[in-house]
């Protein structure tokens, strides 16, 4: 995120993934979430769980298709147990998604592809790289009335990137595959600095940096940010080639 800012939630949190979710199931589809299987499905459920005890989406079953994602469910919940951590960590209360499906039988993941009702899924990779969000993704992308929502960065190659600009085909299993399903972003997921916060964090350092190498990130926004980094802070900034 080296030459860009992350938006400021206008008024409600997520309601950019909330409005998705009302207008997929009033047109009768059902919604896919990618979303890595540590910390960000967590994340991504107690956003709806938050949600749906405010009345903002509908009670409609919720599916975590992940057999990580389970494993990874079954420590938050006895993290919520122990005393000492729930006094530094921010608590996930699952009671409020009483339609949670944990899934990790195979068989039950593929009857998942053509639900009997509108739903909710969630399934890794993040990035749609793999797993089994990927079979929900040749079964839901041709259909219009389904909404995909992608809750993060989306690297470059990736399916998710190609998806979020637009592709109207996609390649599955040696088959083009036609996206007609709506794309939709939350971008209030995001963990990483904004260029910003970036900025900020150098400014406040001592000793100041000698050269600032920008490693991590696009080429196009590292080097966004190492100008930036010149320009408003006098240091020395390098993007390796």
Not at 116 to 144: D, F, W, Y
Not at 161 to 181: H, N, S, Y
Not at 186 to 210: C, G, M, N, Q
Request: net charge negative; hydrophobic share 40%.
């Amino acid at each position: 995120y080296g030459d860009r800012e992350h938006p400021d939630p206008a008024g409600l949190d997520h309601e950019d993934m909330a409005d998705a979710i009302r207008r997929t199931i009033a047109r009768g589809g059902s919604v896919l979430i990618p979303a890595f299987a540590v910390d960000r499905t967590p994340a991504v459920l107690k956003a709806l769980g938050e949600m749906r005890k405010a009345g903002r989406i509908p009670e409609v079953p919720i599916f975590v298709n992940s057999p990580m994602a389970v494993a990874a469910l079954a420590v938050y919940r006895d993290a919520e147990q122990d005393d000492e951590l729930n006094r530094e960590v921010d608590p996930i209360d699952f009671a409020d998604l009483p339609n949670l499906r944990e899934v990790a039988d195979a068989e039950e993941s593929k009857a998942l592809n053509h639900p009997k009702q509108p739903c909710i899924i969630v399934s890794s990779s993040g990035m749609a790289t793999g797993g089994r969000v990927l079979h929900h993704l040749e079964a839901m992308l041709p259909s219009a009335r389904n909404t995909i929502i992608f809750t993060g960065y989306q690297g470059a190659g990736t399916r998710g990137r190609d998806l979020l600009e637009g592709a109207v085909q996609m390649k599955f299993r040696g088959r083009f595959i036609p996206v007609k399903a709506e794309i939709v972003r939350d971008t209030e997921f995001s963990v990483h600095a904004d260029a910003s916060d970036l900025i900020d964090w150098l400014r406040d350092l001592e000793p100041k940096p000698e050269t600032v190498f920008c490693v991590h990130g696009e080429e196009g926004s590292a080097e966004a940010l190492a100008e930036r980094i010149h320009a408003e802070l006098g240091l020395v900034a390098h993007v390796p080639k």
